[in-house]
């Protein structure tokens, strides 16, 4: 699939699993409705049926493994809500969590930035629950 620059257009990547929870990566390649021109977002979503609250860290390499863009969500554990529970949000838990202005998109679609790999975009994602 080609990196939409339409505001809104969703990628999703394919289920994850991680510290015994379901995630998948939520990316608007043309940013979401609130976004910046020119900014991607990108989304941690929650796919289990219990909620978490976790750390978590995405980064993005460029082919030679450079890091070029890293975020780390706060200090306090992000809560997830479980994938069963309504859509709005409750008490500042969500099913998904992140950035709506993650990285510009001319730093990861740019072929001389060597950070697509086979037309594909490779986001490192670190979780780490709360204790």
């Known amino acids: ?13 394919p289920k994850f699993s991680c510290c015994n929870h379901e995630w998948k990566l939520r990316m608007y390649p043309g940013g979401n409705k609130e ?10 979503e929650h796919c289990s049926g219990t909620e978490i609250s976790a750390n978590y860290v995405f980064l993005i390499r460029d082919v030679s493994e450079k890091v070029i863009k890293v ?35 001319a730093k990861v679609i740019g072929v001389s930035n060597n950070v697509l790999n ?14």
């Open 71 to 105: 975020k780390k969500s706060g200090i306090a554990g992000t809560k997830f809500m479980s994938n069963h529970a309504p859509d709005a949000p409750s008490k500042g838990i969500n099913k998904a969590n992140g950035w709506k202005n993650f990285v510009e998109r």
């Open 35 to 44: 976004s910046r021109d020119g900014m991607v977002g990108l989304h941690l």
């Open 118 to 131: 086979h037309r594909t975009l490779t986001v490192e994602v670190r979780i780490k629950p709360d204790d």
């Open 1 to 13: 699939e080609s990196m939409s620059t339409e505001k809104d257009h969703v990628v999703y990547s």
